[in-house]
């Protein structure tokens, strides 16, 4: 496993700012886009994957009582990508 300072954190932390700034509507969009514009079917599997684990965590977030923090959410995001990048080498996260 690669440290935490790694290239996933700069993604992290894009993923983490747009779960905090969306709502469930425009994640749902930003998803959308990433599937349409998803250059192979082997890659648009991946966006769909990786998108809807997005958006089952948004909407935990949304009924959580409190919200986590920034930071917080970058660090899990950092282990979902790299959960994602062991699970599949190859893969292509996309970006917001």
Do not use: C, H, N
């Not at 990786?50 to 920034?70: D, H, I, M, V, Y």
């Amino acid at each position: 496993m690669q440290p935490i300072g790694d290239a996933s954190l700069p993604l992290a932390r894009q993923m983490a700012k747009l779960l905090a700034s969306s709502d469930v509507e425009e994640l749902e969009e930003v998803v959308e886009r990433w599937l349409a514009e998803a250059p192979t079917e082997r890659v648009r599997r991946q966006y769909e994957q990786f998108g809807a684990k997005l958006l089952e965590l948004k909407r935990a977030l949304a009924s959580a009582p409190e919200q986590p923090s920034q930071e917080e959410l970058e660090l899990a995001l950092t282990m979902m990508l790299k959960l994602a990048a062991q699970a599949d080498p190859g893969s292509k996260i996309p970006g917001p």
